[in-house]
C-alpha cells in the first residue's frame, strides 16, 4: 500500500442533486497536517473491486482550505462508471474511506486577482473550492459561467445563490442550461467570456465542454498561458497499489546516468537507465515518491532538476515558466546528462 495513503472516517453524506453526492471527511488530528491542501486540489479515493481489490479515482475538493475543519469532495454518477455509482450507493455516515494526500496543481497562485471561471457539471467542484478561498480570503472579483443540463441538475446551486448575496460586488453567476438554450458551442460562449477575457481563466468540466470554452476564448485572442484546465481523467495505474523493489543501485555505466535524489530528508544515489523514467527508478529502488497518476496530469510528483538536464515524454500540468525554472514531473522525466541531482522539495 502507498505510504501515502490514509484511512478516513465520514463525516456526512449530502445529496447535491439525485445524481451527485458530497461526501464529507472528518481527519483525525495527527493527520490535519499530512492533508492541508490549497484550493483546487483533490483527494485520490480507493474503492473495493471484486475484479482487482481495488480501483482508485480522483474527486476535487470543493472547501475553503483556511477555513474548513473538515474534506469535502464531491462525485456525480457517470452512466457505467464502477466507481462513482459504487461510492453514491454504498458511503454512509460512519464509513471509512482510504484516500491519498492532497494533490494537484489547479488554482491561482493568490486571492487578490481578478478570475473567470468556466464549469461545467461536476467540474463545479474545484472551482467552488477557488471561488470561496478568493471571496473568504482575497479582494479578487469572480465570475462564474456555469453549465448544466437544467437547474435541478446544478451541483452547489444553493451555495452559489447564497455566496452571490454575501458578495454581491465581487462574485456573479451566469448560468447556462442546456434545456433553455441548447448545449453550448464556441460562437454563444464567445459573448459570455468576451468581457472578461483579460482575467486568468479556469476551466474545468467534460472534454466537449473544455474544448468549446477554450474556443471562445483563443477567439479573443486569450493566450493558452491564461487558461488553466483540470482535466478528469480514469486512471490506468492504481497507486494505492505500489510495486516492490526490484533491483539495487547498481553502478553507473555507459547505459545510465549516476543520479542523486534528495526526498524527504534523505539523499540516494543510484544510476538511472537512459529509457526509464525517473518515477519507475525510484519506485523500484522503494524510495517513497508522492505519485497519483503516472500520466502527467496531476503533477503530484514534481521536483527540481538542481544539476545536470532532464526532458519530458509529456507535460500537460506544469506551465512553461516553470519548467523554465527547472521542475519537471518524475513520471515523464527522462535523463539527458551522465550526471544529475534532484529533489523533492515542493
Known amino acids: 500500500m502507498n505510504r501515502r495513503a490514509h484511512d478516513v472516517r465520514v463525516y456526512d453524506v449530502v445529496q447535491e442533486t439525485p445524481e451527485a453526492v458530497s461526501i464529507v471527511l472528518g481527519l483525525a488530528p495527527e493527520l490535519r497536517e499530512r492533508f492541508a491542501y490549497t484550493c483546487g486540489q483533490f483527494l485520490t479515493v480507493r474503492v473495493p473491486s471484486e475484479q482487482t481489490g481495488s480501483v482508485a479515482r480522483c474527486y476535487s475538493l470543493s472547501g475553503n482550505p483556511h477555513r474548513d475543519e473538515v474534506l469535502t469532495v464531491t462525485v456525480k454518477r457517470v452512466a457505467g462508471g464502477y466507481a ?47 471561488i470561496k478561498t478568493v471571496l473568504a480570503c482575497g479582494t479578487g472579483d469572480v465570475v462564474l459561467i ?18 452571490t448575496r454575501e458578495h454581491p460586488d465581487r462574485f456573479q453567476v451566469r448560468h447556462w442550461f442546456e434545456t433553455d438554450r441548447g448545449v453550448p458551442d464556441a460562437a454563444a460562449f464567445t459573448p459570455l467570456v468576451a468581457p472578461f477575457a483579460a482575467r486568468a481563466t479556469y476551466l474545468c468540466g467534460p472534454a466537449g465542454f473544455m474544448a468549446v470554452a477554450a474556443a471562445a476564448l483563443a477567439g479573443l485572442g486569450v493566450p493558452a498561458s491564461r487558461m488553466h484546465r483540470e482535466e478528469y481523467r480514469s486512471l490506468t495505474e492504481n497507486p494505492f497499489e505500489q510495486p516492490e523493489p526490484t533491483s539495487s543501485p547498481g553502478s553507473p555505466g555507459a547505459d545510465g546516468a549516476t543520479l542523486e535524489v534528495e526526498i524527504d530528508g534523505d539523499r540516494h544515489t543510484l544510476t538511472w537507465p537512459r529509457q526509464e523514467k525517473l518515477l519507475d527508478v525510484l519506485l523500484e529502488q522503494g524510495i517513497d515518491v508522492p505519485y497519483v497518476c503516472r500520466e502527467s496530469i496531476c503533477g503530484t510528483c514534481v521536483c527540481s532538476v538542481r544539476k545536470g538536464r532532464t526532458r519530458m515524454v509529456l507535460n500537460d500540468s506544469l506551465p512553461e515558466k516553470d519548467v523554465q525554472q527547472g521542475l519537471t514531473l518524475a513520471c515523464q522525466s527522462l535523463p539527458e546528462t551522465d550526471e544529475i541531482f534532484i529533489a523533492f522539495d515542493q
Open 84 to 130: 462513482s455509482n459504487w461510492l453514491c450507493d454504498n458511503i454512509v455516515p460512519g464509513s471509512t474511506l482510504t484516500v491519498l494526500e492532497p494533490s494537484g496543481t489547479f488554482g491561482p497562485d493568490g486571492t487578490n486577482g481578478d478570475l473567470l471561471l468556466l464549469a461545467a457539471g461536476s467540474g463545479i467542484t474545484p472551482v467552488m473550492s477557488i
Open 146 to 163: 456555469y453549465a448544466n443540463r437544467d437547474p435541478e441538475s446544478t451541483i452547489f446551486a444553493g451555495q452559489l445563490e447564497q455566496l
